[in-house]
């Protein structure tokens, strides 16, 4: 599995936290930045990484931003992706397993580091249900298809 990550300012902390987990757990994964403590606009890297796991370079992606809002709102409007906002870890096994979502957005205000940790362990090792999921997903995929 490969995995691509970023955060803005908001959520540098968190992200190191979480590519250390994905080093000790093994999963291949490129941080695609932010490199500085200065403000930054969460688009500038929301919307690359979602464009990598939508064109398939990526399995999977994980964006962090002080809410995790703005990622995921930004991370929504690329064409493929499912991006989840989660701060639980049942919604973390349940988004996986009914949305299929391919990329998870935290908020480093949000959340403590063992709470993420948790999170990310139980979304990348969660599996898609399918069934009758997949005609939820398809209406999805359809509008998308119809609004280019
Ligand atoms: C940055 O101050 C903050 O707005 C951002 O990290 C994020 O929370 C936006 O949704």
Request: charged share 30%; aromatic share 6%; glycine share 10%.
């Amino acid at each position: 599995m490969k995995v691509v990550i970023a955060s803005d300012h908001g959520g540098i902390k968190l992200r190191e936290e979480i590519k250390s987990l994905l080093t000790e757990l093994g999963i291949e994964f490129e941080d695609m930045g932010c490199d500085c403590e200065t403000s930054v606009d969460y688009p500038d890297y929301a919307l690359p990484v979602a464009q990598k796991v939508a064109d398939g370079e990526f399995d999977k992606g994980i964006l962090i931003c002080g809410t995790g809002i703005g990622m995921s709102i930004a991370a929504n409007k690329v064409r493929g992706i499912r991006c989840a906002l989660v701060h639980d870890v049942f919604s973390a096994k349940v988004t996986r397993e009914h949305n299929d979502s391919n990329i998870l957005a935290m908020g480093e205000r949000v959340i403590g580091p063992g709470l993420a940790r948790e999170i990310v362990r139980t979304w990348l090792s969660a599996e898609y249900e399918g069934g009758r999921h997949d005609k939820r997903i398809g209406k999805i995929k359809e509008y998308e298809e119809k609004n280019v």
